[in-house]
């Protein structure tokens, strides 16, 4: 009888099966059995002891592992990932079906190949598209120009995660391709390629032949339909970074940002462009998202928001009506929705706007995601100004923080958002210098 490559582990109390199991038998924990491979050696005999563990001191590491970060060649990826890519990382890039995760990094292998030297390839591991789906891609993106680095990029039509590496190992390229995560499965474990197991010990294996060679990787990941990562929480453990590309998929913008980062800050944002050729970055994302900005019409305010050490300026539109329901209605796009209610709450309360039988829907212009408390003030505002139909002083933004008892508090770097709001043509920026209360600035609202 062949001896198992595979054992079901329960990921509560460790206890291990030869199968799955509904129910842990030990701790009785429910569906926590997890596909986990068979160490290839076995138990330590009794009364022997384990090597020593090699030792190196800092002033013996050799200069030569120390590398210089790859340029992607796009400043947008480049400021996400902190300046580049850093030789035998392993990055991981999610996102929903459709918004451009392949084309980004098609477009990231096609820069590297064109501006580096004759001896640099890239491996293109492509479990989901067959080599011709991506020449074709890879076509569209460069309209169709040959050149000598079409034979530096080198395609791996294959799901199987160990002869891949296999390859890997002995090729040694310098830049590593797989597309996608989810469609690779290992041999030793029984499981079909995207379950939790195989998708552990796969991300594991190709971990550690980038940290072994120092061979960088992107992993492209699929989501859940709530918008994480598909796989286990670990999976993210696993790498060293974890990128998200989002947007409405029959948007124009793309918005690329980081989730972890090891080697750099985790507050970043890329701001991308859908073109017919593929990605185009945008490097003042301000004048992008508000080239349609309203002016002169009521329920628009604007904000200059932090990313990273970015100031974004954004349009927060509001629109309040009257409510045909016994509840009304909280809607947000861009905003989280307790914000709205406690936003709304505040003005009912404090600035005695009659919100409690009206709708209220929020939205953020382009497509962007507002989350800091920087923007109380302005979404306050847009609604206000909607509730008594009113349009707010043109040139003029908002930055912010609004507190339970209606009062204006200040945010960080408020010199730099004025700055940039300047810059753009708002020469006001409204904050707590101009009002502690955000009575005083909803009341002269209508009054002439």
């Keep these: 009888m062949a001896k198992p490559t595979s054992q079901f582990v329960c990921q509560q109390c460790g206890y291990v099966s030869s199968k799955w199991l509904g129910q842990c038998a030990e701790c009785g924990s429910w569906n926590s059995f997890q596909e986990t491979a068979v160490p290839t050696t076995g138990p330590r005999p009794a009364g022997t002891s384990a090597m020593t563990a090699v030792t190196i001191p800092l002033s013996e590491v050799k200069q030569g592992r120390r590398r210089e970060r790859v340029s992607t060649k796009l400043s947008e990826c480049d400021r996400v990932l902190g300046g580049g890519i850093v030789p035998g990382s392993v990055m991981l890039i999610g996102g929903e079906p459709g918004i451009g995760k392949s084309t980004l990094l098609t477009q990231i292998v096609i820069n590297i190949l064109r501006d580096s030297s004759k001896d640099t390839r890239i491996y293109y591991i492509c479990g989901e598209e067959n080599p011709e789906q991506i020449s074709l891609r890879v076509d569209r993106m460069t309209g169709g120009s040959a050149g000598l680095w079409r034979s530096r990029l080198v395609f791996i039509p294959s799901v199987d995660a160990d002869s891949c590496l296999a390859t890997i190992e002995s090729e040694k390229p310098d830049l590593v391709i797989v597309d996608s995560i989810q469609s690779m499965q290992t041999v030793d474990l029984t499981g079909g390629a995207g379950s939790v197991g195989q998708l552990k010990e796969c991300t594991s294996r190709f971990t550690d032949v980038a ?133 709304a709450a505040v003005l009912q309360k404090h600035c005695g706007l009659p919100l409690g039988l009206m709708d209220i829907f929020v939205n953020v212009a382009g497509g962007f995601i507002v989350d800091e408390p920087a923007a109380d003030l302005a979404i306050a505002m847009a609604i206000a100004s909607s509730c008594k139909n009113v349009p707010l002083p043109s040139s003029t933004a908002y930055a912010g923080e609004i507190g339970l008892l209606g009062e204006v508090r200040n945010v960080g770097l408020l010199e730099k958002r004025t700055k940039e709001s300047k810059r753009m043509g708002y020469v006001h920026v409204i904050s707590r210098a101009d009002a502690k209360f955000l009575r005083k600035l909803v009341a002269p609202l209508g009054k002439k």
């Design 211 to 343: 940290k072994k060679h120092h061979i960088p990787m992107f992993l492209v990941g699929h989501v859940t339909k709530e918008g994480t990562i598909a796989g286990p929480k670990v999976l993210e453990h696993i790498v060293d970074t974890v990128l998200e590309l989002s947007g409405e998929r029959t948007g124009l913008f793309r918005l690329l940002r980081t989730i972890k980062n090891r080697f750099g800050p985790t507050d970043e944002v890329g701001v991308f462009r859908v073109v017919d050729s593929g990605l185009e970055e945008v490097p003042n994302p301000s004048s992008l998202f508000l080239q349609e900005a309203a002016s002169g019409v009521s329920g628009a305010a604007i904000v200059p928001t932090m990313e990273g050490t970015r100031v974004i300026l954004v349009e927060i539109q509001a629109l309040v009506v009257e409510s045909q329901l016994a509840m009304p209605r909280r809607v947000g796009r861009g905003v989280s929705l307790p914000r709205i209610q406690l936003l």
